[in-house]
């Protein structure tokens, strides 16, 4: 069959790398790519951006299988337009990924069907913001309504600075028309957890969890990025946890989208923090989480077309999906300035020799080949992953790796997983 990936990210990589495993997979596309994507795949122009331009795309490829990488399409409708051309699409209609899309919407959702999630406020203006913040204790979550790239949250340490934030962001300054509304939230303390499920809209099938590292810094320090690494073992959840998550959380979500006429398919990644009170959903993704797809595809065993192709077609088991126990780490090396201003066209050293080392994967998330080399394309540059039976063995296996690649600036957080080690 012929497979189009949609996006250009270490995401992408991992999903191309895996669907590349496939017996059942004839030609692999992705689109636009990326210069570690073009050699699982072929890579094709397209602006992710615009929905005539995806569709272009779809004429010219004729996929019997889409997978869409980032939140955009999707809330752009890709998947309703695809299905529309009877060409079979992976992931949410544009009316289902409202949970990711619109923060308001997934809030009230949750409170209309009794999933755990922080006490909240939805403001339009300042004036109600002031007026919500009479049942909130500093610090406060500010949250832009929109998609704003990671930008539209912040944890505000006094209500002066939330009236400010969120003047901030409904003058459209921060985040554009993003920012148009505004929700507060009680700010949560704990481990956050990225809890990954497949639905095909009914039923719901859980993939191995995986923990982000959000901040720059060693220890959680400093500011937020896409995320610096991440690490899935197999117990991060124990079975027990995993089934409470499964039928309090998910499936009430999936229960919900289709008993108010927006069916849910795809993956439905649950932000997580898990508070003294218990589990709390901080957001949603209608979308594989990135770098968390690093380290669980590095655990997946069966064939990834099995399990999309079961959720498109409203057939999803849990027999679909067998995990290896063994543990798995990405490390993102990221580009010098990175997640502030950065400079691009670094050449990239040590990639084959890092990448040939025992249970080593090295995914690209920002590069690019020009004559045979490897440069940066992008801030998070490449996603160094590894697998063992062992945890603290893949860590030391994808340090030894990062150790080998060299680029001008490159810089990762030393401390990958290294809490799990802790516990
Ligand atoms: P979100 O996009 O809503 O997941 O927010 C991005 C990040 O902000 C989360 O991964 C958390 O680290 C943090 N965050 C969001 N909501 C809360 C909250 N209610 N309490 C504490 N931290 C939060
Ligand atoms: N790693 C966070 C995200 O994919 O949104």
Redesign the pocket.
Known sequence: MKVLVLGNGGREHALVWKLRQSSRVSKLYCAPGNGGIAENAECLAVDLKNLDSIMALGRQVRPDLTLVGPELPLTLGVVDEFTRCGWPAFGPTKAAAQLEWS?SFAKEFLQRHRIPT?PYAICDSVEEVRAALAHFHAPV?V?ADGLAA?K??V?AASKEEVASVAAEMFSGKMVGEAGARVVL?????GD?LSFLVLSDGERVVPLVAAQDH?RIGDGDTGS?TGGMGAYSTADIVDDKMRDWLVSHIATPVVAGMKAEGTEYKGVLYC?L?MTARGPMV??FNCRFGDPETQPILMRLESDLVDGLEASIEGRLSEGDFKWSRDASVCVVMASGGYPGTFEVGKKIAGLEEADGTEGVKVFHAGTTKRDGSFYTAGGRVLGVSARAAELETAIERAYAACEKIRFDGAHYRKDIAARALKK
Not at 185 to 189: G, I, M
Request: hydrophobic share 35%; net charge negative.
């Open positions: 923060k922080a979550v949250k990671g539209g949250v944890i939230e009680e700010c949560l303390t956050e959000k937020n932000g923090m901080l957001e």
